[in-house]
């Protein structure tokens, strides 16, 4: 059976102008991302993350931004789940952030490298203890036979490991943009779409792109 | 300046169990789907898109899904836009669904083909006036000089095609998936995944992730 969901339809009537944008993409960011908080959004930190293998197979999947700052977008992971292994053999990876309440996208392209071990442990330490104990205990993206296996590997890890310490196959990355895109959605489909891309001289270069 | 968000952090308290999941990953869709349309989810349909270029550069963007059958999904775009232009050299995409207010993500691969003229035509006769005219208009992805370029074509297009019909150059895909993957948060981060694979035969092969 079809469905079809032709009368699900916004119309963005939130934004009705966009003259006032930022020289500077992170500042923009930062601006839109608290604008997002601000009105109320569940999760406004989760943004779309998609790799691709060397031969262009992409694969998505939601992530949590934890820190920005003006070197990148910082985020944590299994080293050794998918992402990880297209991240191995393809570092150039895209973000998207959709905060449907402000009606608005920032999409980021950029190479992603791991953090330091030091920065990696530091949030380690503050995640709640279910966190950091699902961490140590599941091989994440590999295949697992039912969830009787994760359970038992807890138990058995907290009767071994009382600390929580980090294991070496998990820990941070950072995303370096080389072009971002801030999308603003407007009435009639007419949106707003404004692309910066780095220069060789790591300036930022603004243009409009047709909606 | 630094912004770091490692104290927002959601607990997944609203699926404690997932142990009912369909064996046809498409029945497994719709109902999640209804669910985040009844959970009054905003824009239930809006899902991340990635493309990748033959080399393996990701990009992604939100569209909104208009029809699933059992052939795909389906959704409509300029067919000179980056993502048309991605598509012609790599046809294999990935989509992402993910729905807060539901706590779950649908992941999906697959390879995408345009869809019919006459079919193309049909959405496009039962679009608003307004967003027919953009699409018309907009040469999208494109750099433009400024908004009064587009509001310009806008009235000039009026003048001289008052049917608004489909132009040639916009109109209709659909993604024939070969793999899903459904994700439910659960506490203390162990959540679930089921991967859905095609199998030669055209069976689905379901198995369990680590999260």
């Given at each position: 059976m079809s469905i079809n969901?032709?009368?699900?339809?916004?119309?963005?009537?939130?934004?009705?102008?966009?003259t006032n944008i930022k020289t500077d993409p992170f500042s923009q960011f930062k601006y839109w991302l608290q604008d997002a908080i601000d009105a109320g959004?569940?999760?406004?930190?989760a943004f779309s993350f998609s790799t691709a293998t060397k031969d262009g197979i992409p694969s998505s999947r939601i992530l949590l931004l934890k820190e920005v700052d003006n070197n990148g977008f910082y985020f944590f992971s299994n080293y050794e789940s998918k992402k990880a292994k297209d991240l191995e053999e393809n570092p150039i990876a895209a973000i998207l952030f959709f905060w449907a309440r402000t009606e608005r996208q920032v999409r980021i392209v950029g190479k992603v490298s791991k953090i330091s071990p030091n920065k990696s442990d530091d949030y380690f330490k503050i995640r709640p203890k279910d966190s950091q104990l699902s961490s140590i205990i599941s091989p994440q993206s590999q295949v697992i036979e039912n969830r009787e296996f994760l359970e038992k590997r807890k138990e058995e890890e907290l009767k071994t490991n009382n600390e929580l310490t980090r294991p070496s196959y998990w820990g941070g990355y950072c995303l370096q943009p080389q072009s971002f895109e801030f999308w603003q959605g407007a009435p009639g489909r007419l949106h707003y779409r404004y692309k910066y891309e780095k220069t060789p001289g790591n300036e930022w270069n603004i243009c409009m792109l047709a909606p």
């Open positions: 969901f032709q009368n699900i339809r916004t119309e963005f009537e939130r934004n009705k102008d966009l959004t569940i999760d406004p930190t």
